[in-house]
DNA sequence: CATGGTCGTTGTTGTAAATCAATGTCGCCA
DNA sequence: TGGCGACATTGATTTACAACAACGACCATG
């Protein structure tokens, strides 16, 4: 389980300690939007967070979740913003945008650290771009169940076959550049082919080799 | 015009000068590709680089065209790779990984500047993933070739009406996750429709509004 | 000025996914 | 216990775009 302050407990971020302030947010609650000015950087410590954009006239784009560990603030600065709300209860470490941003220039190590999460970010972004262009709706579920299979495991630090899905089917298909009836449609088919199994708030991987082949087409 | 290297000239930058080494590239030359490890990064000086990722069975998806001024080398890191060859004659500054790195290590307000580039690239990568997921042809369209304008108004100092667009139909297209037919399509559409004029490797905007309006539909 | 190559356009047909429309399931609370 | 509301599934139909196919424009080269 991950303590007070989730990555935070590097040697880099000890002086950060002081400067930190845990929040609870229940599910759908909004971390922050599209319109007012970001004022804090967050780490999740507990839960799990969508990342999404809204066009005006209502469509939806989902650009990430953020799962315990993960740090929500790089992208902030740009004036283009993006929502943030939870889809599950959630904790957050809290962090002065201002604090945070005086602490990073003063500390080489720490920008370090923040510059290669941005281009980790930046990596997984293209390859969404990829998924988004370039995939159908079998590929896109396929890379995401193992996508996020991977990111749980290296979470909880074991590996298992039951991914957990916390969010619903509306905001995997904004994820994935699909419809909510796609989404339906595609991973019963997948059940019905004995690829996975869908079980209430997940689904169960059967055959993960026939899921990778498809996953990497 | 750019001197000798581009987005260097700041003082940040000076100590990097005499690790400058330029390289000239003829349309169509591989400046890497996704699967040898990257031992440069680069400024683009003159001409149009674009970047892609491709899938096992020949799909591509183009996650950017680098303009003069741009910078290579971000997103290298990770393992995670991507292609870049030369879209027209192409002159970019290159420096060893290597020594840029211990040079920005050493240097915070590089560091700095790298990660502020790095979240930029990151903002502009969430706007293609809204794209990518959620629009239309037509709006993707108008969203590619304002932003091109933007972009080349901001190289030059000043705006123009008309466009370039060095690259071919099947680029766009690759960009925009379109087929090429839907790009000619509709470009042929909009300049029916008295949005646009096409020219020779370009276009003219005709009715900068109703393009806008599309482009943020 | 023929010839081949690349690139773009245009027409036709096909299809994956969107859209429209019920219907089903589950949990919550009156 | 029954009924309401959110969410998911399933079916019928439509549609935007892809795929296939043919042709035309441009230019480089012998």
Redesign the pocket.
């Known amino acids: 389980m991950l303590s007070v302050c989730g990555s935070l407990e590097d040697e880099a971020f000890v002086g950060l300690q002081k400067l930190n302030h845990p929040v609870n947010f229940p599910a759908?609650a909004v971390l922050f939007n599209q319109e007012t000015p970001v004022r804090h950087v967050f780490t999740v410590v507990h839960g799990v967070v969508r990342l999404y954009k809204l066009l005006p006239d209502g469509r939806r784009q989902i650009v990430g979740f953020a799962l315990p560990g993960d740090f929500l603030g790089l992208a902030l600065a740009d004036g283009y913003g993006f929502c943030a709300d939870a889809v599950t209860a959630v904790t957050v470490c809290r962090f002065s945008r201002d604090h945070f941003g005086d602490y990073a220039d003063q500390h080489p190590q720490m920008l370090r650290r923040l510059h290669d999460m941005a281009t980790h970010e930046l990596a997984l972004a293209q390859q969404q771009m990829v998924l988004l262009g370039r995939?159908?709706?079998?590929?896109?579920l396929a890379s995401f169940l193992l996508g996020l299979q991977k990111r749980w495991a290296r979470i909880s630090g074991k590996s298992s076959v039951t991914i957990d899905?916390p969010?619903?089917?509306?905001?995997i298909?904004d994820f994935l550049?699909?419809?909510?009836?796609?989404?339906?449609?595609?991973?019963?088919r997948m059940?019905r082919d004995k690829l996975i199994v869908?079980v209430?708030?997940g689904v169960r991987v059967m055959d993960a080799a026939r899921l990778e082949a498809i996953a990497s087409a």
């Open positions: 759908r995939r159908d709706a079998e590929e896109k899905l969010m619903g089917r509306q905001d298909a550049g699909l419809t909510i009836e796609t989404v339906s449609r595609t991973l019963n059940a869908i209430p708030d």
